[in-house]
Each structure stands twice: as structure tokens, then as C-alpha cells.
């Protein structure tokens, strides 16, 4: 690499354009590491987000030379070897300002997915025993490290074809609670992830799966909700 990366990065909203820097180029650089720079030493007035900056906080991700991607754990050399860095919000979300995207439309739709736990009407008065070996816990724990970062959500294409879809880190999220033994809002939440904008919408092409920081697998879990829903409306219970 170069002693210098050219970094293009995007300034305003959905009608701005990219502004290019020149940004030193240092070993273990990472790309959170790149726009930090920038905004301290270059411009006070870029936009971004971050938090933690050791991969479990997922606020920093956007969108790198045309992925979706975490920054704070992507190291420069891995994805531009070239030393030319390409810098956007995430898809399939309004840009707030630069390099932020508008999360609230994700976040609501996790409520219209039904992705939250429903207690019993009268929750037992002892803890809720749960064999950590049974199959439903290992099923619910495939999908229970998201750290709802929208990197599956502004990587999939349906969500980018049909606007209502609920989306992958939504319906993963339904499928952990699907099997959570101790739930009791499983009928409401399979008539939620069942309609036309639920998992029978995926088209399987697991740009979720593959892009997904946490080594997590939407597409399987949207594959158990079709198994699932479609079970359901054999039985009359959709």
C-alpha cells in the first residue's frame, strides 16, 4: 500500500455527493479508524456513529467500496489493498446526515415482527426451567448475538424491491422468540412474520447470512419461519 489512502465519503443527504481526503495510511488501520481521522483532523463536521468500538455495539457499520460492513473490526488492508476507500451510510435506509443513516423504520419493524417477548397473563412465581442442551434453546441461540447493526437489512435485496418487507434481522429475531419455551405471543407472531411482507417474501439469496459480522444465519432462520407458517396454515391458525 501507499503512504496515503484516498478516501471518498459521502456528505449530506440522499441528493449530496462524495468529498475526497487524503488520510494517512498506518499498519492494523481499521476504517472506523480512517473516518475518525477525518473528522478530527480534516473535518469537524463529518457525521458518523460509533460507539464501543470492539465489535458488540454495531453503530458504526455502513457501507464500504459497496458492502455493508462493521468498521470498527474491518481492517483497511483486507478491503482495499489499493488504498482507495469508497464511504456511504447503509442502504435501504434514509440518510440522516454523511455517513448516518435513519435506523427508525428498522426498529419498527422489529415491533411489527412481533420481535419482543410476550410474558404468560400469570407468569409462574419460580424461574422458568430451560435445559440448556433441549432443541428449542439450541435453535433459539443459532440467532440470539444480533446486535441489531442493519448490516443484513441494508444487504438484502428484497428489502431494496419491497419496501414493507419486514427484513432478515426482524425475522431472525421472531424465530428466537418462536423458540423461547417460556413466550407466550407465538400465534400473533406467526400471523405477523406470515403476511406478504413476512418471511415468505425472502427469495434465499442469504446476502444476510453472508454478510452478517457476527457469523449469524438470517436465511436459516427465515427458512424455519416458512416451515413454521406454513404448518400453521394447514392447521386453520393463520
Not at 489512502?5 to 479508524?33: H, K, M
Not at 419482543?116 to 440467532?143: C, H, L, N
Not at 419486514?166 to 417460556?182: C, F, I, K, M, Y
Amino acid at each position: 500500500m501507499s503512504q496515503t489512502l484516498e478516501v471518498q465519503v459521502w456528505r449530506g443527504r440522499e441528493d449530496g455527493g462524495y468529498q475526497t481526503f487524503e488520510v494517512p495510511a498506518r499498519d492494523n488501520q481499521t476504517i472506523l479508524d480512517v473516518v475518525t481521522h477525518i473528522q478530527r483532523e480534516l473535518d469537524p463536521t463529518l457525521s458518523y456513529r460509533f460507539a464501543c468500538r470492539v465489535g458488540m455495539c454495531g453503530s458504526c457499520a455502513m457501507t464500504v467500496n459497496g458492502k455493508a460492513r462493521w468498521t470498527c473490526r474491518t481492517h483497511v488492508k483486507k478491503v482495499a489493498p489499493d488504498g482507495k476507500l469508497q464511504l456511504q451510510p447503509l442502504s435501504n435506509m434514509p440518510v440522516i446526515k454523511d455517513l448516518v443513516a435513519d435506523m427508525a423504520e428498522f426498529f419498527n419493524k422489529w415491533t411489527r415482527a412481533k420481535g419482543y417477548f410476550v410474558p404468560a397473563e400469570k407468569p409462574s412465581t419460580d424461574f422458568a426451567m430451560i435445559a440448556p442442551d433441549s432443541p428449542k434453546r439450541q435453535e433459539a441461540e443459532v440467532g440470539i448475538e444480533c446486535i441489531n447493526c442493519g448490516i443484513c437489512y441494508a444487504s438484502c435485496d428484497v428489502v431494496a424491491w419491497k419496501p414493507a418487507y419486514l427484513g432478515p434481522a426482524q425475522l431472525n429475531r421472531a424465530w428466537t422468540l418462536v423458540n423461547d419455551e417460556r413466550d407466550h405471543g407465538q400465534r400473533d407472531r406467526a400471523r405477523a412474520v406470515s403476511g406478504d411482507a413476512g418471511c415468505h417474501s425472502c427469495h434465499s439469496l442469504q446476502a444476510c447470512t453472508e454478510r452478517c459480522p457476527k457469523h449469524l444465519d438470517p436465511a436459516y432462520s427465515i427458512a424455519g419461519l416458512k416451515r413454521l407458517t406454513m404448518k400453521a396454515a394447514l392447521r386453520g391458525e393463520l
